[in-house]
């Protein structure tokens, strides 16, 4: 899994979406970008990651696209439409793109998939600003509003905030 932390201008999101659909086609690998507020830590994307690949592998995926499936554990909700929210919108936004290897076209040994160049092709995308820092900055209101942690729920542990937003992530498995 390869990441481009960065700072986005999108004046078309349909567009932008599309841009990065093919990006992913040429290179055989799922790209997606999300509101670097939403985002806990590269472990949180990594789980979400993990999680939809299995889910995939055992036909119990929600989404039919992988990036959407990808999206919904990241976000720990099955509803698509409130998934959306921790996705990138019209505008500038701090972001995090993520790039991940298709898992299926790497085991049938697929030449085409190409982490690298695809982190290239996204970097040098108009809508790429600037490559910046995005995770090391953790926005703990909107996470904690966003995955509905409480100030008592925090109190009770001695878990990060990170580790918190993961747990949601893996909660979504537990409520199919």
């Known amino acids: 899994m390869e990441l481009v932390e960065c700072r986005l201008a999108v004046d078309d999101l349909d567009t932008f979406v599309a841009i ?25 994307l990594e789980r979400a990651v993990e999680l939809a690949d299995r889910a995939i592998d055992r036909g119990e995926n929600i989404a039919h696209d992988r990036a959407v499936e990808i999206l ?12 959306l929210e921790m996705g990138v919108a019209a505008g500038e936004t701090r972001a995090v793109v993520l790039i991940d290897a298709d898992p299926t076209l790497e085991a049938e040994g697929d030449a085409g998939t190409d982490e690298p160049a695809a982190l290239e092709a996204v970097a040098d995308l108009d809508a790429v600003l600037t ?11 909107t996470l904690c509003a966003f995955f509905e942690i409480t100030d008592a729920e925090r109190a009770a542990t001695d878990a990060s905030l990170p580790t918190l937003v993961r747990e949601r992530v893996v909660l979504l498995e537990v409520e199919k």
């Open 20 to 44: 990065l659909g093919d990006v992913g086609d040429r290179h055989g690998v799922t790209v997606q970008a999300f509101d670097a507020r939403y985002v806990a830590d590269r472990r949180h």
């Open 72 to 83: 919904l554990y990241a976000a720990g909700r099955r509803q698509i439409d409130r998934a």
């Open 131 to 141: 490559r910046e820092p995005t995770l090391e900055f953790v926005d703990e209101s």
